[in-house]
């Protein structure tokens, strides 16, 4: 069974950068499609990115441009890296795997 962990949230300014890693325990993590995802306050959760086993990134349109992920199989590990960060980015980040497995979140904060 896969499990999860996400790491990397942290309180930035408007236009910093952050980068978040999602780590997986058990073997055979390169098989996997992983996707983030982010929920605000409010809101319903809503999809961010995919990296596919092969490699091949899909994005939200909000985040086209800025944010990218990226996948190292060695590493059982995969990244978002998030540059020019805005207000409305500020949500609970959480990766997925195609084994349907959630990780348990990580607070992301964009304010001044």
């Known amino acids: 069974q896969v499990q999860l962990v996400e790491s990397g949230g942290d309180l930035v300014q408007p236009g910093g950068s952050l980068r978040l890693s999602c780590t997986a325990s058990g073997s055979r993590f390169s098989i996997y499609a992983v996707a983030w995802y982010r929920q605000a306050p409010g809101n319903q959760r809503e999809w961010v990115a995919t990296i596919t086993k092969g490699g091949t990134t899909t994005y939200t349109d909000s985040v086209k441009g800025r944010f990218t992920i990226s996948r190292d199989n060695a590493e059982n590990t995969v990244y978002l890296q998030m540059n020019s960060l805005k207000p409305e980015d500020t949500a609970i980040y959480y990766c997925?795997?195609?084994?349907?497995?959630w990780g348990q979140g990580t607070q992301v904060t964009v304010s001044s």
């Open positions: 997925f795997c195609s084994a349907n497995v």
